[in-house]
């Protein structure tokens, strides 16, 4: 077991109609001028940019607002953010919407405290020594960016993308009403279930001080994603399984599943974070698309976790070797995939790479992990590459 911090700032304020209680949230975390950063309009379609502006009228709380984040949001309108709070003297962002409104209002955050560039903090030149408070009313589970200390953002000349973490950037408060997620597509909801699950593999899957108390709860919020995400492709109107997903999600990006672990692996999510870069796909999806080319390269170097995972949260026969059980849980979760509408490699992505792509992901890739990374496996350019190319 390895020491660790484990620090969750964020009021989560959780369940029915909970967005009504905005005004008093900002308040109590000591907004009195308001940034509201959205998406591409699903909150002005739902109605919910409205009743937020309507409770903030009502409250006397002065406001602007900044729509148009983009799923990979962009550095341009982060750029446009921080402007518009220097000019405004914005003390308070509030990001309605999902990982990429919530990271795009962490960047503007950034932005408006720190002096210089903000895409330096992405470019691993300097450190942040502050952001603006942040809340959050969350309309997609996924990315767990309500309660986590980090921000993707992509900066549009070279398609980069880049996260930043610092403890800074966490969210005073997160509410989450299950509800505001039944608008969603099919395919967000399953693109978010396959995040909410890798955040949680990604710190699993390690050589390094497992703790029986993390992996109880990793297994246990696994499972239930799982039976729920299915329960979800049935009966996308079901609150409860709205809600199991939605908890998950927070807990799987808050450090929780990752308590006394050494850090976790994480190379799934560099790899798509390319995908994502160059090919502007979902990030659930691009997740889903590289994990089992990814497993089947570093599951020997890593066995017992494999079979584990393959016991206790696939559920899969104990019988055989075990080789034999930890490829029977990988094809499980690729199975599992199938039913949710997941892509199981770049092909079924949609991402036609020629190998001259796939050769410029590897090597952005490994620059972006200063050469080399991992934790099941330590994987190097020559590595990332079998494994995008295994992916085709
Ligand atoms: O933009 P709008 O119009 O709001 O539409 C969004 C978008 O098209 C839509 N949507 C969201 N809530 C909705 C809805 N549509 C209907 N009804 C609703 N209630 O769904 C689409 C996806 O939204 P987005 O915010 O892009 O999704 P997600 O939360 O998955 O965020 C993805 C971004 O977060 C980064 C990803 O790389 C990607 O850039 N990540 C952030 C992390 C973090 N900050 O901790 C960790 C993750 O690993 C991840 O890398
Ligand atoms: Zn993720």
Redesign the pocket.
Known sequence: MFDFNYFTPTKVVFGKNTESRVAELIREFGGSKVLIH??????VR?GLLKRVTDTLDEAGIAYVTLGG?????HLGLVYEGIELCKKENVDFLLAV???????SAKAIGYGVVNEGDVWDLYDYKKQATGCLPLGVIL??A????EM?D???ITKEEGLVKR?YSSNYSRPRFAIMNPE??M???DY?TA??CT?IMM?TMERYFTNGGNMEITDALAEGLLRTVKENALILCEDPGNYDARAEVMWAGSLA?NGLTGCGNDGGDWMT?KLE?EL?GLYDV???AGLAAIWGSWARYVYKDCLPRFKKFALNVMEVEDYGTDEEIALSGIEAMEDFYRKIKMPTNLRELGVNATDEDLVLMAKKCAIGVGGEMGSAKVLNEEDMLAIYRASM
């Open positions: 959205y998406g591409g309009g699903s909150v739902s984040a983009v799923p990979n949001p919407g999902g990982g990429s409104a919530i990271d309309t997609i996924a990315t767990g960016s986590s980090s921000s993707v996260g505001l997620t608008t969603l597509p967000q693109c978010g995040d955040h990006h999510h974070h994502g979902a990030h659930g």
